[in-house]
């Protein structure tokens, strides 16, 4: 537990001249912030605010937000119960104000400034599409088994310094909270991405609490094709950690730890408007390093690791299941063990009961690693000593089903811990707990897959019903199609939402987010989507004219069908160029990749107005080029150079 819980009961007043954060069940020092100056102070309120100004309630200070002309306050005004574990609530964040810190600027004139606007826009989008869950008491950052391994360290640390960086969401903008020399850890609250279901079950007339809860880290985050592989830093796209918990009704209880991450590699597949886009695996000189770096960080934090992969043997993605392969043995780490199942080979013909081979093939590991379990009487009677690392491509669908059936596993194993089974007797002797289990867990694949992907999880219907069935392929269908939409033409501004709340992007004066605005390629390159769909129409309105003969619309309908193929076979050939790509980070060093390793296609070259305006931008002229090199600042600085 930490030194102090956080601040429960808050109320925001807001005057011209400052923001005042009051908890009216103590008798601490209000948080203040100077609109003028910037200045974060713990100061009494004003005795006449009372008298002419409404509080708003609140439930918890996010942060402040660097945007282009002032900094913004972010707070929580909506929240959700998700449930109690161990007595401690977690909830949901519903609403959220975002309040200018205006600097010389009145507040309408802040929000009438367009680059402004759109950054506001992002950030509102990003608030309101992801799931953000907190607790005053219990530290939703952290699996359970770890709070317990640093109870003694952190009775000396505030919240946030006892919170898991990966999984502390708003910690960017809770940094300049965290910079001053006032105590503000009451005020400060860590913020997970992530999901909570917390329920109950019954088994043999023991009821127990079940509990399904995950983290995703903030590092390397973003949307589905933006953020494939790893990083230099070692951290990989998409990862999420899954905690399944049980207690019993005398507090007795287990948790049982899985992660998943993208493929730890250089790679990508980059986006072209084809249903398959490229493939791209880069053999660069510090994947092995890389690689190095983010095993060693997983098996420092959760012990043991088993990597299971489960794309495809052959085909699209033949290629980067074999240099996962190259890699893992270089590296060669004596706590690492690499398992292949080409889970779409093996279970064919809807034969998803197949699994069971991979569980075969990992139980010895299973049982080494084991489960976290804490008596009712406090003592640790057992500690989980590893994980189970799982992957596919997206870290989504084929994940999902592994990670269920593999928590299934667990579960037999933590209930006959807790005494709610016997010996030899298996959870799914239990269909109404079953139906619990099943639903829980798809509701879990489906957040974390709207988060990465945009849609729910594809082969949820196993997930929940324990069989594959047509309907079920149906939806997956569907849910294919939306995530092709939104992937190709929707995802560039869900990017720059992440990279802009999570510090992947700062930006620097106006100027700086200018690539918001500007399209840099040609004028004809624009216009081709624009003449296809008016030649198109040029079409369908010539199959209602009035025609004096079929021969008068013969030449008519020979040009505009031209004109369509044309446009059609040029946006098909430029496809990468009518991506929605990010703006605020821009991907060129990976759309146009030509170092060593692996292409499915041959890369295009990098459009020569790159070129020029990466020239540009290098000489420091203000040009169009400007937003292609876009310079970062800490966040915290006092001093807002151009």
């Given at each position: ?23 009216y ?28 100004l ?5 439930y ?12 913004f ?52 989008s ?20 770890a ?15 006892a ?14 909270l ?82 998943r ?200 219907d ?13 939806r ?8 092709y ?21 700062v ?51 020979v ?20 991506v ?42 203000l ?20």
């Amino acid at each position: 537990m930490a030194k102090y819980t956080l601040h429960t009961s808050l109320q925001l007043w807001a005057s011209e001249d400052e923001y005042v954060i009051e908890s009216y069940d103590s008798e601490d020092l209000p948080l203040t912030i100077n609109r003028h100056t910037g200045e974060i102070t713990l100061a009494p309120l004003a005795a006449n605010y009372r008298a002419y100004l409404s509080p708003t309630q609140i439930y918890g200070v996010m942060g402040i937000l660097r945007l282009s002309t002032t900094d913004f306050l972010v707070v929580i005004t909506g929240r959700v119960s998700k449930g109690k574990i161990l007595g401690q609530e977690i909830f949901q964040a519903t609403d959220y104000k975002v309040l200018p810190i205006s600097s010389g600027a009145t507040t309408a004139q802040i929000l009438a400034h367009p680059i402004e606007q759109h950054l506001l826009a992002l950030v509102h989008s990003h608030l309101y599409s992801a799931s953000f869950i907190f607790s005053y008491e219990w530290d939703v950052t952290r699996r359970m088994q770890a709070q317990v391994i640093a109870q003694n360290d952190d009775a000396t640390k505030a919240p946030w310094q006892a919170a898991d960086v990966r999984f502390f969401w708003n910690y960017h903008i809770s940094l300049r909270l965290m910079q001053q020399t006032a105590d503000l850890g009451r005020y400060i609250m860590p913020v997970a991405y992530g999901t909570c279901d917390i329920q109950y079950g019954q088994i043999n007339g023991q009821r127990f609490q079940f509990a399904l809860m995950s983290r995703r880290s903030r590092f390397r985050a973003g949307a589905r094709y933006f953020t494939r592989g790893i990083d230099v830093e070692g951290q990989v796209g998409n990862y999420n950690e899954s905690e399944q918990i049980v207690i019993t009704e005398n507090n007795s209880k287990t948790a049982f730890v899985q992660t998943r991450g993208s493929i730890p590699l250089f790679w990508a597949e980059v986006n072209n408007l084809r249903y398959l886009p490229d493939m791209q695996v880069m053999e660069r000189p510090d994947a092995i390093p890389a690689l190095r770096l983010h095993l060693e960080e997983q098996v420092a934090l959760y012990g043991s690791q088993s990597l299971v992969n489960l794309v495809n043997s052959k085909g699209h993605e033949q290629q980067v299941k074999e240099a996962y392969e190259r890699n893992v043995k270089t590296v060669a780490l004596p706590s690492v063990q690499y398992h292949h199942f080409d889970f779409h080979k093996e279970c064919r013909h809807m034969r998803w009961d197949r699994i069971s081979i991979l569980i075969d093939q990992l139980e010895p590991e299973l049982e080494e690693k084991g489960f976290f379990h804490v008596t009712a009487a406090g003592g640790v009677q057992k500690w989980q000593l590893g994980v189970v690392r799982t992957n596919c491509m997206d870290n989504l669908d084929r994940t999902n089903v592994v990670q269920s059936a593999l928590a299934k596993w667990s579960l037999n194993r933590q209930l006959r811990e807790l005494g709610v089974l016997s010996d030899g007797e298996m959870v799914d002797q239990h269909e109404s707990f079953m139906v619990l289990f099943r639903n829980m867990w798809a509701d879990h694949a489906d957040a974390i897959s709207k988060a990465y992907s945009g849609t729910g999880a594809l082969k949820t219907d196993f997930t929940r019903t324990g069989k594959r069935t047509r309907l079920g392929a149906l939806r997956d269908g569907t849910n294919s199609a939306v995530r092709y939409l939104k992937n190709n033409y929707f995802d560039g501004p869900r990017q720059d939402a992440f990279d802009l709340f999570t510090g992947a992007w700062v930006p620097r004066g106006p100027s700086s987010a200018y690539a918001l605005f500007f399209d840099p390629r040609p004028l004809h390159t624009r216009a081709m989507p624009y003449i296809m769909s008016f030649a198109i129409f040029m079409i369908l309105a010539g199959l209602t004219l009035p025609r004096s003969s079929d021969y008068s619309l013969q030449y008519y309908f020979v040009f505009w069908i031209l004109i369509a193929t044309a446009t059609w076979a040029y946006i098909r050939a430029h496809g990468v160029e009518y991506v929605s790509w990010p703006r605020l980070r821009r991907l060129d060093e990976v759309i146009y990749y030509n170092g060593p390793g692996f292409r499915s296609r041959k890369a295009p070259k990098a459009p020569t107005y790159l070129q020029v305006a990466s020239s540009a931008a290098q000489r420091g002229r203000l040009t169009s080029a400007r937003p292609y090199h876009l310079d970062e600042v800490e966040l915290g600085t006092n001093k807002r150079t151009e």
